[in-house]
């Protein structure tokens, strides 16, 4: 978490915290139809079935009767409520405005390896802005934290939602936009042949989706994909601005050039939230581990317009924290300092000597060496098991000997080495 806040500060973002939860009407439609079912929804407090009337209760119609009884609901992203903040708050911002959340969100999911029903999410978004530049900053603010965190070859896969809506547009189901891109989204979870079934069901012709095989069959550089895109999207004028989009970002990365990250375009990443308008981020973690999307977000130009503020574009990433952490952890890349608690255990060998080491305790604490005391007077063999299976380096026997001569006997638990100290050069030996 201190990695990425500190790439976050470096690029200019400021934190902002959001509530827990949020008024319904809030929250709801803004993620598709799956994305609404898996909001936690907060029952009323008090006698919260008082307003629901026989007839309702008696359909046991569980979506008309929930806004009855459920006013409010748990986050399911920073985004969202972010955008409710800038308009409640728009007197106050300077715009362009970034800021940075570190929160934990909710959703009512079947919680399996990479999946929970709370995670965290690290977003960063900038609002206030329609600059490409944006993007071209956060692809390099994702490549800046993953190098940071030393996990190198993460893939970022970005795509462009104009293109997506040109597709559509060029296969005649341009009525059917979501639906579509909610199934191409499933491309790498659910293969070619799933993805063009769920197209059926949702009333996509089969002739549409003929139309879209070089989609499923897209492969070779950056270039070559764009190129396939331009002569499928060659009638549609929103399908060629999201093209150069992508070759403005693509082209500024490669001048600019990445750390350890791969940049990819993918053709068939859609990425099912409802508000995106632009580009679209994914991220992916390196070869050889099964994980879902570590990362992923994009361009949206009118979110804000949903709480009363119109024309305020905005774009941002999110750092999936327990995904990132679950891959770093399969990969064995966290240093030995993460798992370095206390420094030096002061031994506990009764009332008065407990004073004794209390008193260096506080002196080492106020110079920023972690210490503490074993609580209890307990056997020494069983304080030094402790210390042992703790990983503390250091621990500190003061007896009455050391007490006459004021001093401090350090042990070192690696080596077994002792010497005796006074508190001054005790402080120096544990820097």
């Known amino acids: ?31 598709g139809e799956e994305g609404d079912r898996l909001i936690f929804k907060i029952l009323n ?141 499933k491309l790498d979870k659910i293969g070619a042949e799933k993805v063009k079934e769920e197209m059926r069901s949702k009333g996509i012709a089969d002739s549409a989706i003929e139309k879209v095989q070089p989609l499923f069959e897209a492969s070779g550089s950056a270039s070559d994909k764009l190129n396939m895109l331009k002569d499928l999207l060659a009638t549609s004028e929103m399908g060629l601005e999201g093209i150069t989009d992508l070759e403005f970002i693509v082209d ?77 952890e399969e990969l064995g890349l966290f240093p030995d300092t993460v798992s370095a608690t206390t420094r030096v255990l002061f031994l506990n060998f009764g009332e008065q000597e407990a004073l004794y080491a209390m008193q260096a305790i506080s002196q080492l604490r106020k110079e920023g060496i972690s210490a503490e005391l074993y609580p209890d007077a307990a056997k020494f063999k069983k304080q030094m098991t402790y210390a042992d299976r703790r990983q503390i380096p250091f621990v500190v026997l003061a007896g009455d000997k050391e007490m006459e001569a004021g001093t401090y006997t350090l042990k070192n638990m690696g080596t077994g080495d002792q010497e005796s100290l006074s508190l001054e050069f005790l402080s120096k030996a544990l820097q």
């Open 252 to 328: 500024s990365i490669g001048a600019l050039g990445l750390g350890s990250a791969n940049l990819e375009i993918d053709v068939t990443l859609a990425r099912g939230l409802n508000y995106y308008t632009g580009a679209i981020f994914e991220v992916a973690a390196p070869e050889g581990v099964s994980m879902g999307s570590i990362g992923g977000g994009g361009r949206y130009d009118d979110l804000t317009g949903i709480f009363g503020l119109k024309d305020v574009s905005g774009v941002g990433i999110s750092f999936g924290l327990d995904r990132i952490y679950l891959v770093l």
């Open 45 to 185: 407090s008090g006698d919260y079935l008082s307003k629901v009337d026989d007839g309702l209760y008696g359909e046991k119609n569980s979506q008309k009767m929930t806004s009855k009884i459920s006013e409010k609901a748990l986050r399911y992203d920073p985004t969202v409520p972010f955008a409710r903040y800038v308009v409640q708050h728009q007197n106050d911002i300077v715009f362009p405005f970034k800021r940075y959340q570190m929160q934990p969100v909710w959703r009512a999911d079947r919680p399996q390896k990479g999946r929970f029903r709370e995670f965290y999410q690290c977003d960063a978004d900038v609002v206030g802005s329609k600059s490409l530049w944006q993007e071209v900053e956060l692809v390099q603010l994702y490549d800046a934290v993953f190098t940071n965190l030393g996990l190198k070859g993460v893939t970022i896969k970005m795509n462009n939602r104009k293109i997506l809506s040109g597709i559509a547009e060029v296969i005649g189901a341009a009525d059917k936009l979501i639906d579509f891109t909610v199934a191409l989204d």
């Open 1 to 31: 978490m201190n990695t990425i806040k500190k790439c976050f500060t470096s690029y200019g973002f400021q934190p902002i915290e959001t509530p827990s939860f949020e008024n319904s009407e809030t929250l709801m439609g803004k993620y």
